[in-house]
């Protein structure tokens, strides 16, 4: 069973910075796309930023100019360097790979990212 991990959340600071970062177990098949969804108390999860196996990518309106997905697909890792943070970021993180022709999703366990003074 695949399992997605990801690392690099925490306490930060309004105006700081984090890099969130998410790793594949094993390898997986046809990966269609990669993305970051998060997801606050009492809200439904949204998605933040996801980029395609071609390389384009799609941000929330939200964090558009902030935050930015990339990804390596060697290692089957994807990235979200996280620039500005306002306390409205404050959420967990679920790291999302979309693989395989029936867009079979695969989602981490998640990590709090928390944006105070």
């Known amino acids: 069973q695949v399992q997605l991990v990801e690392s690099g959340g925490g306490l930060v600071q309004p105006g700081g910075s984090l890099r969130l970062s998410c790793a594949a177990s094993e390898s997986i098949f046809r990966i269609n796309h990669m993305g970051w969804y998060r997801q606050a108390p009492g809200k439904q999860r949204e998605l933040v930023a996801q980029i395609t196996r071609g390389g384009s990518t799609n941000y929330a309106d939200s964090v558009k100019g902030r935050f930015t997905i990339s990804r390596d697909n060697a290692k089957i890792m994807v990235y979200l360097q996280m620039n500005s943070l306002k306390p409205e970021d404050t959420a967990v993180y679920y790291c999302?790979?979309?693989?395989?022709?029936?867009?079979?999703?695969?989602w981490g366990q998640g990590t709090q990212v928390t944006v105070s003074s």
């Open positions: 999302n790979v979309v693989a395989g022709v029936s867009y079979y999703n695969y």
